[in-house]
């Protein structure tokens, strides 16, 4: 079976993130790690920071695919908070690069945003409101749920399921309203 390039490379790098800080990895550590050429690895990438970036953006995608799956608002929270948690101590790593952190913040955010937007037109298909009033409401719920989800990254006292439920009562205005 062909072995799936930018997959091992990016693996590679996750696994060398756990061991030392992203600011230390070179791209001759990650290329002798992989046991390809220098050219293997430009091939498939520009630099780190693009291996940073593809390595989020799957992440992300497979939050948002788990997320499309549920079947209520609260599954589809509870999705991208497992998936979240799964893959936090990677997420904390790669915001820990204090050079490319808005960068994976903002990767974070957009994946987020798409996946709500993707979740409220499934859920309501009919929905009229002004593209205006949809921007507002994205931009909240994206950055305030990724805000939520990069702070249970790093210290989590709730399972998955338990923040969903907070979440979800959150949302709909029954936890709190201002």
């Keep these: 079976m062909p072995v799936d390039m ?3 490379i990016a693996t590679q790098f996750a696994e060398m993130a756990r061991k030392k800080p992203i600011n230390k990895i070179t791209v001759k ?3 002798e790690q992989c046991g390809i050429s220098r050219q293997a690895f430009y091939y498939h990438f520009q630099d780190l920071l693009d291996v940073m970036e593809w390595s989020l953006h ?3 995608d497979t939050a948002l695919q788990k ?3 549920g079947k209520t608002t609260e599954e589809s929270l509870q999705a991208f908070i497992q998936v979240s948690m799964d893959y936090g101590n990677f997420i904390i790593r790669l915001l820990s690069s204090d050079q490319h952190r808005t960068r994976m913040e903002q990767i ?3 994946t987020m945003r798409s996946g709500i937007r993707q ?3 499934t859920r309501q298909p009919d929905l009229r409101i002004s593209a205006q009033d949809l921007e507002v409401a994205l931009n909240f719920y994206a950055y305030g749920l990724s805000g ?3 702070e249970n990254c790093k210290v ?3 399972t998955a399921q338990q923040l969903s439920q907070k979440l979800h009562l959150l949302l709909s205005g029954q936890m709190i309203s201002l």
């Design 148 to 150: 939520v989800l990069l």
């Design 29 to 31: 550590d990650l290329v």
């Design 67 to 69: 997320s499309l799956g």
């Design 119 to 121: 979740i409220i037109y």
């Design 108 to 110: 974070f955010v957009d």
């Design 6 to 8: 930018k997959q091992l």
């Design 58 to 60: 799957q992440v992300m």
């Design 156 to 158: 989590s006292h709730m």
